[in-house]
């Protein structure tokens, strides 16, 4: 943990690991690309092969994809309370994605111009769901949902099988509940591989989306261009807002929910302007860390990757966000939609002391798979928009073709292309 007070002669230089950190890591696309080669040539045969090495686990083709027994089985092994939860969440997040649905319009800006954009739902879209230290169960509604909502007529989850090949139940209920078409049990780079190239067993997709670790966001920038992406989409991180009023027990809580993730790159960080509560917080982090069950993944993360800082105000405070352009924002202080107003670059904003992270993280409505490091200057959190494909339309009649017809042969003329002005003009010959 580093405590960086806003008088410290090398304030600046304390902050540089903040303002200079990327999305994925270097060091692992070399590992990745071989991954990525074997399975493009091997197919079936590598996927077995890295099953057995990074997920112990052993596996034929025929058992890659679950099987609708597997699902009816597992749905009878969850419990009344985590199916209502799943259920819950699940009706959440298509109440928001049903307000974001994009909508064919048309308008005539001219006489004898109609233009304007129709969506369709993408044919067959994969969604990562990470396994590794924990099923991530609710990744599966924030990304399945969303798709099924879109109307996506073929939606392919694939998920680290766990020992001997088996699926978390609970996981495999939120499939069948949002609406999953194809589970396989294949997970990492080799996964990501077998979505992008397709094999013998598992057919190729158009577009994957869903977080992962490093390996897996390597993988995904790597596959780009074979598939469409949502976004990158590594390690997890928060950035909280603080002023004197904030509740360190709840700030040191709501840091150490992303602490908890478990690769270790995870950060966490406090813009505070008091003093007071960010020692006090850094006093919680230490408490709350000692009661925690992932005490390990946790301990990484206290060393490297959370800072608390003192803020000069709230100004200062905004600016620096900006320029972390966090996964998640909370803004705990006094007139927090207002301060929400300045921020340019965040992923997902919570507002105010009783809006913690790990609602958005599970059950608010909005996806949770949202860029991470730094790429929120560039990328937005997933939404069902991402799961259309769209086209624009224009409709010109004879009279309006007329018209524009002196302006595309300029143009046809500038460009040295003949055969588009003529494309125009043969219809006046």
């Known amino acids: 943990m580093q405590i960086i007070f806003r008088d410290s002669p090398d304030f600046e230089l304390a902050l540089k690991p903040l303002q200079h950190r990327h999305a994925f890591s270097r060091d692992v696309d070399e590992a990745v690309k071989v991954i990525l080669q074997d399975v493009r040539e091997r197919g079936d045969a590598a996927l077995v092969d890295y099953a057995r090495k990074f997920d112990k686990a052993e596996l034929t083709p025929d058992k890659f994809r679950v099987t609708e027994q597997e699902i009816a089985e597992a749905a009878g092994l969850v419990d009344a309370k985590t199916r209502l939860a799943i259920e819950t969440a699940a009706a959440h997040l298509r109440a928001f994605a049903e307000r974001q649905r994009p909508q064919d319009w048309e308008f005539s800006p001219r006489n004898g111009v109609v233009l304007g954009e129709q969506f369709s739902p993408i ?52 499939c069948q509940t949002a609406g999953a078409t194809e589970i396989y049990r294949l997970g990492g ?33 790597q596959v780009y261009g074979e598939v469409s992406l949502d976004q990158v989409a590594g390690p997890s991180e928060i950035l909280i807002i603080a002023d004197g009023q904030a509740n360190p027990a709840f700030l040191a809580a709501d840091l150490l929910s992303q602490a908890e993730h478990g690769s270790g790159r995870e950060q966490a960080v406090l813009l505070c302007t008091d003093r007071q509560v960010i020692l006090q917080t850094s006093q919680e982090l230490a408490r709350q860390a000692a009661l925690l069950h992932r005490a390990d993944c946790i301990q990484k993360v206290l060393d490297n990757g959370v800072f608390l800082v003192e803020v000069k105000d709230m100004a200062e405070a905004v600016a620096l966000c900006n320029s972390y352009a966090p996964e998640h924002l909370e803004i705990q202080a006094e007139n927090a939609r207002d301060i929400a107003k300045g921020i340019t670059a965040a992923g997902a904003i919570f507002l105010g002391s009783w809006t913690p992270e790990p609602v958005g993280d599970f059950v608010a409505g909005p996806s949770h798979v949202l860029p991470t490091g730094g790429s929120a200057r560039f990328f937005s959190g997933l939404t069902i928009s991402q799961f259309y494909r769209r086209s624009s339309l224009a409709q010109y009649s004879r009279e309006a073709l007329q018209e524009d017809l ?24």
Do not use: Q
């Open 123 to 174: 044919a067959r879209v994969g969604c990562y769901i990470p396994g590794g230290t924990a099923p991530l169960i609710s990744t599966v509604l924030h990304t399945v949902t969303l798709a099924s909502t879109a109307g996506v007529p073929e939606i392919v989850v694939i998920t680290p099988p766990g020992p001997g090949g088996k699926i978390n139940p609970a996981l495999l209920f939120a």
């Open 189 to 221: 780079v080799y996964g990501v591989a077998a979505l992008a190239y397709g094999t013998a067993t598992v057919p190729k997709v158009e577009k994957i989306v869903g977080p992962g670790n490093a390996y897996v966001t390597a993988a995904k920038r």
């Open 406 to 429: 002196p302006h595309i042969l300029c143009f046809a003329s500038k460009e040295g292309l003949d055969g588009h002005g003529h494309s125009a003009s043969i219809r006046f010959e």
